[in-house]
C-alpha cells in the first residue's frame, strides 16, 4: 500500500468539509487543525495513481477546500 499526507485549507466550515472527506474511498483519517493548515488527511490506495486519482478527482474537487499540500510518504 502506498501512503499520502494531504495539508488542506478550507473556506469557513473546515468540520463539515471533513466529514465530507472522510466518506471517501482511501481515506484513513482526518483531522481538524489550528495554525497554517486546516485539515490533515491520510490517504491510502494500492498504487500511486490511484492516490493522485483520489487527491485530484475527489479531495480537490470538494467543496470548501480552497488549497492543498500532498506529502507522499515513502518509509517502507
Not at 14 to 24: D, E, M, P, T
Amino acid at each position: 500500500m502506498i501512503s499520502a499526507v494531504v495539508l488542506v485549507n478550507t473556506e469557513l466550515g473546515s468540520f463539515q468539509v471533513l466529514a465530507s472527506l472522510k466518506n471517501i474511498d482511501g481515506i484513513e483519517e482526518g483531522h481538524a487543525l489550528y495554525g497554517v493548515y486546516d485539515l490533515i488527511i491520510k490517504v491510502k490506495a494500492q498504487t500511486i495513481e490511484k492516490i493522485k486519482d483520489i487527491i485530484k478527482l475527489r479531495i480537490r474537487q470538494t467543496a470548501g477546500i480552497t488549497s492543498s499540500l500532498t506529502l507522499m510518504i515513502i518509509d517502507h
